[in-house]
């Protein structure tokens, strides 16, 4: 599936954490945004790896699944 994941972090040492995880993923196109491919199980790891990262009172990320058409 077609993924575009956002984020606005407020803490710097987080937000470059966040960034190199999500480096592994997809393609960085904004700087918080990232185009990923997954398939439904990495999508599924991928956000456990966020929640693992970010502050949820703080943080905001936002995943936007794209269809194909």
Do not use: H, P, W
Not at 42 to 55: L, S
């Amino acid at each position: 599936m077609f993924v575009m994941i956002s984020y606005d972090v407020v803490e710097d040492k987080k937000r470059l954490k966040l960034m190199k995880f999500l480096k592994d993923y997809g393609d960085r196109v904004q700087k918080s945004v990232f185009e990923c491919n997954l398939s439904s199980k990495t999508y599924d790891n991928v956000k456990a790896g966020v929640e693992q990262i970010i502050n949820k009172r703080k943080d905001r990320v936002r995943y936007y699944r794209v269809c194909k058409g």
